[in-house]
Structures are given as structure tokens and as C-alpha cells.
């Protein structure tokens, strides 16, 4: 009887879908052809393309289909004069010789004018199209800094190295924040349990960082090792991503640490299922959150099948609406999904001064496709590699890279700056960490407005003040719409232009100055610069 009730569920959730292959299979195409307007300037699709944004002048393309180029994507762009592409689904588009090409082999493309600016294009579109939920992710996220084990501890997550991790950052005046256990605490991938012969006391340990200020986050991901007891049982439930249509053999999908089957969240089952470990984890261990990693739309790709039978694409977005169970989160890969409480980290960058400029168009296309809770890559760099030799760390790059975090709406460490950095150097990042816990007030009222209204906390200057030749500004952003910060990202240099907005401006050096205007200032390593709107 079971199976009859499941085979009907299961025919009556893939119906809908399936309306959206007959287009398809009639060789239907949903197109939208768009003359661009001289100086327009547009944004949106893939986050970890915000350094190119914006688009309109160069050649441009981008199929979204069953790739969200290891980050967010949205099925959303945005115009500096208002207008506005929105598709249900993934879609391919390219700007070429002045013109937008849009189509989606799964839905219309809808398109419109909402007014005459960038933010009066991101009202309408939020509004209509991804309504903000309400709810904000922990406030703890934004009022204090975040610190992955990645960087110090590799694949050697460990009981004694962690709690020391803690120590070391409050015994160096770094304040107590969100501390991340990263990847290989687990048995195995999808046997969520802590390894015991590298936690002798888990919940001991957790009740230690509670007790030290922090909170509480795990690695998690969708895999489940082959030759684990666990495979086997969700292999008997069929509630694993299939070779076949009838669900009898698992795809086994290729990833960044191995070979690995993965969970079917279209079928009922397979989520109840992992949300179970989650919640377990959360009852017996007191964690209180989940980094949630690897959803990406590439391991979905390549002809496997699910329960529901979907494009690439959902899976990411079913995976990333795990998280809405649980304040404290972190993903790196979403689909859609905007306006809803889910931080959304910036990929792994490299530890370069290329890849630290591209924190800030990241965050800023980030907000404006309205995942209005961002939060940067780690300090310095996520490939730990870079850190394995001494020699090889730029402690110029980690200092810069911690005042470009310091007033986002998320800080985000791992490698522990105590044990690179020369004590100078490490007394401006710990300024750094507590210039964030200053602000926080503020932040944090920008994400309780960002949940009502779906607008971005950290704000690219073109959307606070449209048609002044900002379009291109991407080494500078807005903090709501008062605070304009101006980190310096270019090595061994000590200068740098600012361009200043209409109004009145006090600067974080007690200097005033009235905009519009272009000012050249002094940015020695200790300084971040920032001004505030009187």
C-alpha cells in the first residue's frame, strides 16, 4: 500500500514539472530578443561573475543551465534604466553588439520596465518574484565575526586542535563569534557522526566553545560514500540520485574529494532523512548550525535521475531550502531562493590581490539579485595550500583583505592570523574584528530591514545613487545607504581615489567633505577608510 501511496505522490509532484518539458519537447524555445539603451548597464545571473558585471558594453554569455559556476545564481537581470529579465528557470543569455539575448527551453521570460533605476528595477522584481521572507538568519552571523577550523586544521578536524583554535582567538583579542568545524569531523560522508578516535568528548567540546562565547556550526554535504552502511540503507529506500529511471542503481557522481552517491531531496523521504541527522546532531550534540556544501548543479547533471524528475538546477535550490530549517547556515552554491533567510558565502578565492578585488563586485552582485545576506570568502584566501609554507603568505594581502571584510554584513575568518602574521600586522586585524563587533548594531538593523523590504545590506553605490556615473564602481560599496567604505586592494600601495556621493560625508579620519566629488587620500596599511553620511 505504501508503495502505491508512493508511486502516486510521486506522479502528482512531477506533473508540474512535467507541463514544463511539452514546450520542450515540441521544440519550443522561450526567447526574448532586447536592444540595449546607450550606457545601459546590467546585472544578475552568476555571483561568481560580479568582477565582469556590469554587462552591456562587452561580449557576454552565459548558459544557466546545470551550472552555477560553484556559486549563487539567480534567474534574474537587472537594468540601470529599470528594465528587468526574470525566468522560472534556468536560462542562457548573451549581450552582443548592443543587444540582450535571452531563452529558457522550460518557461517564458518575463521582461518589463519598473521604473527608471536600478533599485526601482530590484523593488518590483523582489516584490513580484522572490518576496522577502521576514526572518533573518542568527543575529550572532552579523554581530560577530565567523571562524572556519578550515585553514588551521585541513582534513584534520580534531577534539584538542579545535578547542585550541577557540582559545587562540580569544586569548588574542579576537572576539567570540560563529566557529565553523569544517569537512572530515564525520565517520564518513553521509555516517554523520564524530569520529571517535579524534573526539573523545563531542558534546563536552561543544558545551566548552558555548561556554567561551561561541556558537556552534558543522559541515555537512548531500554525498554518501558507496561503501558505507549507510549507502546501503538508502539504497534499499531509493531515495538516492539514480543511472536509471526506475531508481535501481545509484549514480555514483564525481566530486571535489572523491566518488560518492548522492541524496535524492525530490523524494520525501531522502529529506526527511537528512534532516533527521541534522536534527539529531542538534539534540544530542547541542550544535547549533550547519555549513552546508556541495549542493552544486554540475553533481545533479549528466542524465542521472530523481524521484521528481527536475532539471539540474532544482536539486541546488531543494538542497539550499534545507537551510531554511535552521537560523544559524551557510551555503556557497543556491539556486533562486532570494529573500529568504540564507547566508550566502562568495566561493573560495585564491590567495591573490586579483582574487581579493573580486570580493567586493561579488558581494554587491550578490545583493542586487537579493541575496541581501552575504558573506565573504575567508580572510586571505580559502585554498589552503597558500598557507602551508610561511614564506608563501602575503601579510600585506591578509591585513587588506581583513579591512575589506570588516564592514560587510559578514566577517569571516580561518587562517589564524596569530600564528602568520608579525604582531603590528595582527593588531590591525584584531582592530579589524572589533570595528565589525562596533558597527554590528548597525549592520544588523540593515538585515532586519533587508528581511521586510528583500534590500541589500552592503549596497553598490549605483543603486544608492542612480544615473551619477557609478555603474562601474566596484572597489567601493554602501553600507545601507549612509556608510560608503573604500578598502584599499592593490599591493605595496598607500593611495587611492574615493569617489564621493551628493551630501556631506565625515571620513573615518575625522576629515569632511561634500559630494559629488573625487578625492585622493592617504590609505596607510593600519587604515580602512570609510565615510559617513551627515
Same mark, same amino acid.
Given at each position: 500500500m505504501n508503495r502505491i501511496n508512493n508511486s502516486m505522490r510521486k506522479i502528482l509532484l512531477g506533473l508540474s514539472f512535467l507541463l514544463l518539458f511539452v514546450a520542450s519537447s515540441q521544440g519550443d524555445v522561450f526567447k526574448k530578443t532586447i536592444p540595449l539603451h546607450p550606457g545601459e548597464a546590467w546585472w544578475g545571473g552568476a555571483i561568481v561573475d560580479g568582477h565582469e558585471m556590469p554587462f552591456g558594453e562587452d561580449t557576454y554569455f552565459l548558459d544557466l543551465l546545470g551550472d552555477t559556476k560553484g556559486n549563487q545564481c539567480q534567474p534574474l537581470l537587472l537594468s540601470s534604466r529599470g528594465r528587468y529579465v526574470w525566468c522560472e528557470d534556468p536560462f542562457r543569455f548573451e549581450f552582443r553588439n548592443g543587444t540582450l539575448s535571452v531563452e529558457s527551453?522550460?518557461?517564458? !521570460?518575463?521582461?518589463?520596465?519598473?521604473?527608471?533605476?536600478?533599485?526601482?528595477?530590484?523593488?518590483?522584481?523582489?516584490?513580484?518574484?522572490?518576496?522577502?521572507?521576514?526572518?533573518?538568519?542568527? @543575529?550572532?552571523?552579523?554581530?560577530?565575526?565567523?571562524?572556519?577550523?578550515?585553514? &588551521?586544521?585541513? /582534513?584534520?578536524?580534531?577534539?584538542?586542535?579545535? $578547542?585550541?583554535?577557540?582559545d587562540d582567538i580569544i586569548k588574542n583579542g579576537f572576539p567570540p563569534g560563529v566557529l565553523m568545524i569544517d569537512d572530515n569531523w564525520q565517520e564518513d560522508y553521509g555516517v554523520w557522526e564524530f569520529k571517535a578516535e579524534r573526539f573523545s568528548d563531542p558534546k563536552g567540546m561543544i558545551q566548552t566553545l558555548h561556554d567561551s562565547g561561541f556558537k556552534v556550526m558543522l559541515w =555537512?554535504?548531500?554525498?554518501?560514500?558507496?561503501?558505507?552502511?549507510? /549507502?546501503?540503507?538508502?539504497?534499499?529506500?531509493?531515495?538516492?540520485?539514480?543511472?536509471? &529511471?526506475?531508481?535501481?542503481?545509484?549514480?555514483?557522481?564525481?566530486?571535489?574529494?572523491?566518488?560518492?552517491?548522492?541524496?535524492?531531496?525530490?523524494?520525501?523521504?531522502g529529506e526527511q532523512w537528512f534532516v533527521e541527522q541534522l536534527d539529531r546532531l542538534m539534540k544530542t550534540y547541542d550544535v547549533d548550525g550547519f555549513k552546508l556544501d556541495g549542493g552544486d548543479a554540475p553533481y545533479y547533471a549528466g542524465g542521472i535521475h530523481s524521484y521528481v524528475e527536475s532539471h539540474p538546477n532544482r536539486h541546488t535550490e531543494l538542497f539550499a531550502r534545507i537551510g531554511?530549517?535552521?537560523?544559524?547556515? &551557510?551555503?556557497?552554491?543556491?539556486?533562486?531562493?532570494?529573500?529568504?533567510?540564507?547566508?550566502?558565502? *562568495?566561493?573560495?578565492?585564491?590567495?591573490?590581490? @586579483?582574487?581579493?578585488?573580486?570580493?567586493?563586485?561579488?558581494?554587491?552582485?550578490?545583493?542586487?539579485?537579493?541575496?541581501?545576506?552575504?558573506?565573504?570568502?575567508?580572510?586571505?584566501?580559502?585554498?589552503?595550500?597558500?598557507? $602551508?609554507?610561511?614564506?608563501?603568505?602575503?601579510?600585506?594581502?591578509? =591585513?587588506?583583505?581583513?579591512?575589506?571584510?570588516?564592514?560587510?554584513?559578514?566577517?569571516?575568518?580561518?587562517?589564524?592570523?596569530?600564528?602568520?602574521?608579525?604582531?603590528?600586522? *595582527? @593588531?590591525?586585524?584584531?582592530?579589524?574584528?572589533?570595528?565589525?563587533?562596533?558597527?554590528?548594531?548597525?549592520?544588523?538593523?540593515?538585515?532586519?530591514?533587508?528581511?521586510?523590504?528583500?534590500?541589500?545590506?552592503?549596497?553598490?553605490? &549605483?543603486?544608492?545613487?542612480?544615473?551619477?556615473?557609478? @555603474?562601474?564602481?566596484?572597489?567601493?560599496?554602501?553600507?545601507?545607504?549612509?556608510?560608503?567604505?573604500?578598502?584599499? *586592494?592593490?599591493?605595496?600601495?598607500?593611495?587611492?581615489? =574615493?569617489?564621493?556621493?551628493?551630501?556631506?560625508?565625515?571620513?573615518?579620519?575625522?576629515?569632511?567633505?561634500?559630494?559629488?566629488?573625487?578625492?585622493? !587620500?592617504? =590609505?596607510?596599511l593600519s587604515r580602512l577608510p570609510y565615510y559617513r553620511r551627515k
Open positions: 527551453q522550460f518557461s517564458d !521570460i518575463r521582461f518589463g520596465q519598473a521604473g527608471d533605476s536600478v533599485k526601482d528595477a530590484f523593488f518590483y522584481v523582489s516584490k513580484t518574484f522572490f518576496p522577502p521572507s521576514g526572518t533573518l538568519p542568527a @543575529e550572532i552571523l552579523f554581530r560577530r565575526p565567523l571562524y572556519n577550523t578550515w585553514i &588551521e586544521l585541513m /582534513y584534520d578536524q580534531n577534539e584538542k586542535d579545535i $578547542l585550541q583554535y577557540a =555537512v554535504c548531500p554525498f554518501i560514500s558507496a561503501d558505507s552502511p549507510v /549507502y546501503r540503507e538508502l539504497k534499499r529506500k531509493h531515495v538516492l540520485m539514480s543511472e536509471d &529511471e526506475n531508481q535501481a542503481v545509484p549514480a555514483i557522481v564525481r566530486w571535489w574529494n572523491g566518488a560518492s552517491a548522492l541524496l535524492d531531496l525530490s523524494n520525501p523521504e531554511l530549517r535552521f537560523p544559524l547556515n &551557510e551555503y556557497r552554491a543556491c539556486w533562486k531562493l532570494a529573500g529568504q533567510p540564507l547566508v550566502q558565502r *562568495l566561493r573560495d578565492k585564491e590567495h591573490s590581490w @586579483e582574487d581579493l578585488q573580486k570580493l567586493i563586485p561579488g558581494i554587491l552582485a550578490q545583493g542586487l539579485v537579493g541575496y541581501a545576506y552575504t558573506c565573504p570568502d575567508l580572510i586571505g584566501g580559502g585554498e589552503f595550500l597558500s598557507f $602551508l609554507n610561511l614564506d608563501a603568505v602575503d601579510q600585506e594581502l591578509i =591585513v587588506r583583505s581583513a579591512q575589506c571584510h570588516a564592514l560587510m554584513p559578514m566577517m569571516h575568518f580561518s587562517v589564524a592570523p596569530w600564528r602568520v602574521l608579525d604582531p603590528d600586522k *595582527l @593588531e590591525i586585524c584584531r582592530k579589524m574584528a572589533n570595528l565589525h563587533v562596533q558597527f554590528s548594531d548597525v549592520i544588523l538593523k540593515l538585515a532586519r530591514h533587508s528581511s521586510q523590504t528583500g534590500e541589500p545590506i552592503a549596497r553598490h553605490m &549605483e543603486y544608492v545613487f542612480p544615473h551619477q556615473g557609478y @555603474e562601474k564602481i566596484n572597489d567601493q560599496f554602501m553600507v545601507g545607504d549612509d556608510i560608503l567604505v573604500a578598502p584599499l *586592494l592593490e599591493k605595496n600601495t598607500y593611495k587611492r581615489t =574615493v569617489l564621493i556621493p551628493p551630501g556631506k560625508w565625515k571620513g573615518d579620519d575625522g576629515s569632511m567633505v561634500e559630494g559629488p566629488c573625487r578625492i585622493e !587620500i592617504d =590609505v596607510p
